[in-house]
């Protein structure tokens, strides 16, 4: 893992359309890399929420993608989470970014995995796969979720351990962060999986739903739809398996304007960005 972040960096002269200026990129892996913007002053957006950004392509159009707000809604700066696609039209080029550069950033925010869509309940899951953790990054960090819950569970599953090392990480930092670190205590309860490595906790998120090994690990009880709201993202695949697992537990999905007790984040960026 790398820090490319030189503090102090002149930031250059705008000349993208809707420019933001790059103000840290971390390489976690060699499939994998975060990075940080400038925040226009008139962007207002809910966690969980996502944005256009990109770059100008080959034939001088920009070249855009959905991608979640991994930073919460009170952060001065805005801060994303992506895979690396060698031949991926827009990530081929958004991995080899630098503190200094532009990126292309519309400031109209929408999504599902949204406080407002879900109806009030005792515990959340936050439900991803890779890089799918992004929106429940900004979730985790906002003030709103532990006050609507009383348990925020984060199931969170990649192929090796190395890749959830910014989730990890991220975790460690909220336990220990001066402004909701308390509110975190107790709270937040964190459960990576990995299925081609060993470690701790294995396995699919589905297959560890339905066999009830998480709630065993966890001492929670199974999922009810009394209790237990779910926010999804992940791969397509992924997204309709799980959709599957939490309609058996009792649970509907729900929208902004219907909520109910689960969501799916249906612009998901996954392979071929």
Same mark, same amino acid.
């Given at each position: *893992? ?5 503090? #102090?960096?002149a ?6 359309? +809707?420019a ?20 226009p002053?008139s962007?207002?957006?809910r ?24 930073s919460?809604?009170? +952060?001065?700066?805005?801060?994303f989470?992506?895979i690396?696609?060698?031949?991926g039209p827009?990530?081929?080029?958004l991995?080899h970014?630098e503190? #200094?550069?532009?990126?292309?950033l519309?400031?109209?925010p ?13 515990r959340v899951?936050?439900?991803?796969? #890779? ?8 979730? *985790? ?5 532990? $006050? ?6 984060m199931m969170h599953?990649?192929?090796t351990?190395?890749?959830? $090392?910014?989730g990890?990480r ?12 308390? *509110?975190?205590? @107790? ?15 294995? @396995? ?5 739903l ?5 709630f065993? +690990? ?7 739809? +009394?209790?237990?709201r779910? *926010?999804?993202? #992940? ?7 799980? /959709?599957?697992?939490? $309609?058996?537990?009792?649970l ?7 909520? /109910?007790?689960?969501?799916v984040?249906?612009a ?6």
């Amino acid at each position: *893992m790398t820090d490319a972040a030189t503090p #102090g960096s002149a930031p250059k002269v705008k000349t993208l359309p +809707d420019a933001q200026t790059v103000t840290q990129v971390i390489h976690w892996t060699d499939t994998l890399f975060s990075f940080r913007c400038t925040r226009p002053q008139s962007l207002r957006f809910r966690s969980g929420e996502f944005v256009m950004i990109g770059l100008m392509g080959d034939n001088g159009k920009p070249l855009l993608r959905a991608y979640s707000i991994a930073s919460p809604s009170w +952060d001065d700066e805005l801060e994303f989470y992506s895979i690396k696609v060698p031949d991926g039209p827009l990530t081929s080029k958004l991995q080899h970014i630098e503190v #200094g550069q532009q990126i292309i950033l519309r400031p109209k925010p929408v999504g599902t995995l949204v406080h407002d869509a879900l109806l009030p309940g005792k515990r959340v899951w936050f439900l991803a796969t #890779g890089t799918g953790l992004a929106p429940f990054a900004s979730l *985790m960090r906002d003030p709103e979720t532990y $006050e609507k819950f009383e348990q925020v569970i984060m199931m969170h599953t990649c192929r090796t351990v190395a890749e959830l $090392e910014y989730g990890r990480r991220l975790v460690e930092d909220l336990r220990n962060d001066p402004l909701i670190g308390e *509110m975190v205590e @107790g709270k937040l309860l964190y459960y990576p999986t990995t299925t081609r490595e060993d470690f701790h906790h294995k @396995g699919r998120i589905t297959d560890n739903l339905s066999s009830g090994k998480v709630f065993a +690990d966890l001492d929670l009880p199974r999922m009810n739809a +009394d209790e237990d709201r779910a *926010m999804v993202c #992940g791969s397509l695949a992924f997204n309709l398996d799980v /959709k599957e697992v939490l $309609e058996s537990f009792g649970l509907r999905e729900g929208a902004n304007s219907d909520p /109910k007790e689960y969501v799916v984040e249906k612009a998901f960026v996954g392979d071929g960005v």
